[in-house]
Nanobody
Framework: QGQPVESGGGLVQAGGSLRLSCAASGRTFNNYAMGWFRQAPGKEREFVAAISWSGGRTYYADSVKGRFTISRDNAKNTVYLQMNSLKLEDTALYYC?????????????????WGQGTQVTVSS
């Protein structure tokens, strides 16, 4: 309870699109910066994108810049990650996270709440 809950993952062909959603369960994250991270098998969790609490600032990893878009709807207490032009290397478990106290948006240790993840698999 009180953790983000991700949805929208699945299997998609390379070049396709998916939209991930992250909803709050039992907690409002409207005053939190929110981030998306991903972790592929055998690799460390890596930063994908982040958005400020107001939605006015967004940040992206170089590997997804121009292809992914993060957004939020605070009225719905939901954060989205639109993923276009998906590549094989985007295959991973995608996590939504909430940052309460600030710090670098790209660092795992600066996030306070984490979801269970949603799997994204890109096939050739």
């Amino acid at each position: 309870q009180g953790q983000p809950v991700e949805s929208g993952g699945g299997l998609v062909q390379a070049g396709g699109s998916l939209r991930l959603s992250c909803a709050a369960s039992g907690r409002t994250f409207n005053n939190y910066a929110m981030g998306w991270f991903r972790q592929a098998p055998g690799k460390e969790r890596e930063f994908v994108a982040a958005i400020s609490w107001s939605g006015g600032r967004t940040y992206y990893a170089d590997s997804v810049k121009g292809r992914f878009t993060i957004s939020r709807d605070n009225a719905k207490n939901t954060v989205y990650l639109q993923m276009n032009s998906l590549k094989l290397e985007d295959t991973a478990l995608y996590y939504c996270s909430a940052q309460r106290y600030g710090g670098s948006y790209s660092r795992v240790e600066n996030y306070d709440y984490w979801g269970q993840g949603t799997q994204v698999t890109v096939s050739s």
